[in-house]
């Protein structure tokens, strides 16, 4: 008997073995073909795609420039810096080794900052290839400062180039993406976007008004066919921190460890395009610790207040000696 059940075990496993490798080569024949045929679509929705592209003249505006030139579309590029743009415009029309036919990028320099001059940017940008398909919000500036110590003013400007800018030029562009029905509205929020940390109190609440906004607007235009991806990236290594500005409205000049630690550009810039061209509704780019620090936001508030307020304490003593 024993011999027998020995025999019914073997032929037990013959069968699972049978049954199970054919259903794993199934699961991954089936995974790629999915990922190919994400590639395919990734691919035609950015190629000849009409893409608009804020604070281009630096960091990751500009290496998210260079990925989706690469990839095809048809860049209108802005900023504040019309001498930054074209050096950029340069660059991308240097000879590459991208497969997809590529297009002459526009400049379009305006201040986000400045409703007038958006009204009359938006004109521009619609001569430009006649439409808009992708919007990528990406300009934005960081602060430092206490609360006690930065005057109201210093709150306006962040939230002006952070929040007021990027809307206004969204409400520009949106009556024509409608009209068309089509469209994709992309922001780069920040992971301060859905946690505040200490001494960046107007960064935060500009972020934290980004994301709640461009969720409303994902929400209503849905109806329009038209699509709307938040990025909310951690720290990357760029001019952010040295272009910051403090409580009195002075450039803080500095490249702090953290943004010097940060990731490469290129690398997120990569992240963005492939986020953009799945059209993702939400996406962190972020390392674990923030990634778990959003999620300790909302599941234990009290004890994430506690360990904000025990960094600002560290901050202010490191300050201090
Ligand atoms: N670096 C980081 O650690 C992180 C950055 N982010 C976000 O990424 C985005 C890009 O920042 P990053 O590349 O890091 O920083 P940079 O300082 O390198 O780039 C900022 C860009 O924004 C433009 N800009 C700033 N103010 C204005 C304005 N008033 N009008 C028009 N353009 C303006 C700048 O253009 P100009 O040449 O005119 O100054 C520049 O091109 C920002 O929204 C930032 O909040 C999010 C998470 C982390
Ligand atoms: C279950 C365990 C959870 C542990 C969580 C510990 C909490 C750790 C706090 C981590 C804070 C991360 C802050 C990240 C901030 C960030 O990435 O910001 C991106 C920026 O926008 C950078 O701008 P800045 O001007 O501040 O350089």
């Known amino acids: 008997s024993s011999r027998r059940s020995l025999l019914k075990a073997k032929a037990m496993d013959l069968i699972t073995s049978v049954a199970i490798l054919p259903l794993l080569v199934g699961c991954v024949g089936i995974f790629s073909l999915f990922k190919l045929l994400q590639r395919m679509h990734m691919k035609a929705y950015l190629q000849d795609a009409v893409v608009v592209i804020t604070g281009a003249t630096s960091g990751l505006g500009r290496e998210c420039a260079k990925v989706f030139y690469a990839a095809g579309a048809k860049l209108v590029l802005c900023g ?91 409400k520009a562009l949106l009556p ?68 910051a500005i403090t409580a009195d409205g002075s450039r803080y000049g500095a490249m702090d460890e953290t943004t010097a630690q940060g990731r490469n550009p290129a690398d997120v810039a990569k992240d963005v395009l492939s986020a953009v061209g799945k059209k993702k509704k939400d996406v962190i780019l972020a390392d674990l610790l923030p990634f778990l620090a959003v999620y300790l936001r909302t599941l234990a508030p009290g004890l994430f207040f506690g360990l904000m307020a025990s960094r600002a304490r560290k901050e202010r003593k490191s300050k201090d000696s």
């Open 80 to 170: 504040r810096n019309r001498e930054a743009l074209e050096e950029l415009t340069r660059e991308l029309a240097a000879p590459s080794a991208t497969k997809a036919q590529t297009y002459k990028p526009y400049a379009v320099t305006f201040d986000l900052a400045d409703p007038g001059a958006i009204v009359a940017a938006t004109a521009e940008i619609l001569q430009c290839f006649g439409h808009v398909d992708i919007l990528v919000n990406n300009a934005g500036i960081s602060y430092r400062g206490t609360i006690t110590d930065t005057t109201v003013d210093v709150d306006k400007r962040v939230m002006e180039t952070n929040y007021f800018g990027p809307v206004a030029l969204t």
């Open 176 to 243: 024509s993406m409608i009209e068309r029905r089509q469209g994709h509205v992309v922001v780069i929020s920040s992971i301060q976007g859905k946690i505040s940390i200490p001494f960046r109190s107007a960064y935060a609440a500009s972020k934290h008004a980004t994301q709640a906004f461009f969720d409303c607007l994902r929400a209503e235009v849905e109806q329009h066919e038209i699509e709307v991806t938040v990025i909310s990236p951690g720290y990357i290594h760029t001019n952010l921190s040295r272009n």
